[in-house]
């Protein structure tokens, strides 16, 4: 993509208070191979190339994020002669900063392992590549994939630019053991009910609930959820308004900070506290629930003092303030979830980027990254044999089938981070006592602001 159209195709997901920073780049010569689409994995010849791949850091499990990467890198090679690199962002700030500087220099990483809420803002700039019939069919085929995690890979099948790689729907873990000793027999489906629930389990040490008040993603998960529960969608991309400054956003926002400053049923250090913290504060046994966790959280949970102890349920999906949906509102379990692999147009390397992409969707591939990290896999094969007849994913299930994907708009990236703002900017006040009425306020105008211009400039 030529610098100017690249600027253009930006108008629209401008960086929120960030300097650009640099990516790494594709430095190989062009394929010799033939075009994209035409070749299998097997007829590529990588010999002293190397593919960049950027994806999301683990924090809950760094380490062996690490030693993946060497063994992807190994397998690879031995199949094409070709390695990779791979290169990490730590945040939703992060991650739309190295779109967008790679998309205005036209170079970069080959590969893209990007959240499936990001894929929008993506295909939004037209720099990636479309997947038609011969390019799925080098990563395997759309048959070989769940079909509901291609729900977000483009805005309709003729114009998909996203593999889903790993699903990764949201649901809440709960300690039976603290909720049997405090009388609490049925498990709460609104969110007023979980505060009740979380104010009995508050004693000494041990909170109602984990919640990581600095995670650079989990945020915004908890406000847009609760906000179209009831009714208000955030993005109207109808009217083209975006809908932040209105009472159910205000309310979601009031309940998420009175929980620490208000009901007190977090600990207190929950404002430093990332979503690897809040998990391991649940697997200590200090707290009742952690909401907005994924089965990735098993292979921490099944090491812990509550193995065996601990069980995973949908999150409420009534809003704060009512007993049922409002007409208009949608039971929501989760977002559509997990991570999707694109493919740079500037790539010079796209048979084996798709290459690598088919090898990391393989059952083989699949089933092993699960029993590793916990996500889902994408792949159908692999996701039939994990999930037949295992109780623990059975919520996880419904959550995934209950899911509802967040606007498929070029302003949603920009919307994402300005409700992830609204909390970085409150943690100081909570810090000193709580979030006032005409502060919070002035918060969600600001945020209504940016999403508005964005979704303006992506028309």
């Known amino acids: 993509m030529k610098a100017r159209n690249a600027m253009g195709a930006l108008a629209g997901i401008a960086v929120v208070g960030l300097a650009l920073a640099g990516c790494s780049g594709s430095d190989s010569p062009a394929s010799s191979s033939s075009p994209a689409g035409s070749a299998t994995a097997a007829k590529i010849d990588g010999t002293g190339k190397t593919v960049h791949v950027m994806i999301a850091a683990n924090g809950l499990y760094p380490e062996q994020q690490k030693t993946w990467f060497g063994e992807v890198s190994d397998k690879f090679k031995a199949e094409t002669g070709a390695t990779v690199e791979f290169e990490t962002f730590a945040s939703a700030n992060d991650e739309l900063t190295k779109i967008q500087t790679s998309v205005l220099s036209g170079q970069g990483p080959d590969v893209y392992s990007l959240g499936t809420t990001f894929t929008p803002t993506a295909y939004a700039t037209g720099a990636f590549m479309t997947l038609g019939d011969a390019e799925w069919a080098q990563v395997g085929g759309r048959d070989k994939f769940v079909p509901s995690t291609l729900g977000i890979s483009g805005p309709d099948e003729k114009n998909e630019i996203a593999v889903p790689f790993a699903s990764r729907p949201f649901v809440m873990a709960y300690n039976k053991d603290l909720l049997a000793a405090a009388g609490i027999t049925d498990l709460p489906t609104t969110w007023d009910e979980l505060t009740d629930d979380a104010k009995k389990l508050t004693t000494g040490d041990v909170h109602g609930l984990a919640i990581g008040y600095a995670d650079g993603f989990d945020p915004w998960k908890f406000i847009w959820g609760m906000s179209i529960q009831a009714g208000n969608p955030i993005l109207n991309l109808e009217d083209g308004k975006a809908q932040i400054d209105v009472d159910p956003t205000q309310t979601a926002y009031q309940t998420y900070f009175d929980w620490y400053s208000k009901d007190k049923v977090v600990d207190p250090a929950a404002l430093g506290w990332k979503n690897a913290q809040a998990v391991a504060a649940f697997a200590d046994g200090k707290a009742g629930f952690v909401p907005m966790v994924s089965a990735t959280s098993r292979v921490t949970l099944d090491k812990s003092a509550v193995a065996g102890k601990y069980a995973y349920a949908l999150m409420p999906t009534v809003p704060p303030g009512m007993t049922?949906?409002?007409?208009?509102?949608?039971?929501?379990?989760?977002?559509?979830?997990?991570?999707?692999?694109?493919?740079?147009?500037?790539s010079k390397n796209q048979d084996l980027a798709l290459a690598l992409i088919n090898m990391l969707t393989s059952t083989e591939n699949q089933t092993s990254y699960n029993k590793t990290f916990g996500d889902l896999p994408t792949n159908q094969e692999a996701a039939t044999a994990i999930q037949t007849g295992d109780e623990l994913l059975k919520p996880v299930l419904e959550s995934s089938a209950g899911a509802i994907g967040t606007p498929f708009s070029g302003a949603w990236g920009d919307t994402q981070l300005a409700l992830t703002n609204v909390v970085v900017q409150a943690l100081p006040a909570l810090q000193a006592g709580g979030v006032s009425e005409s502060d919070l306020k002035a918060a969600l105008q600001t945020a209504q602001s940016t999403a508005q211009a964005s979704l303006d400039k992506a028309k």
């Open 324 to 346: 049922t949906n409002p007409g208009d509102g949608k039971p929501a379990t989760s977002i559509i979830s997990g991570d999707n692999m694109v493919v740079a147009k500037y």
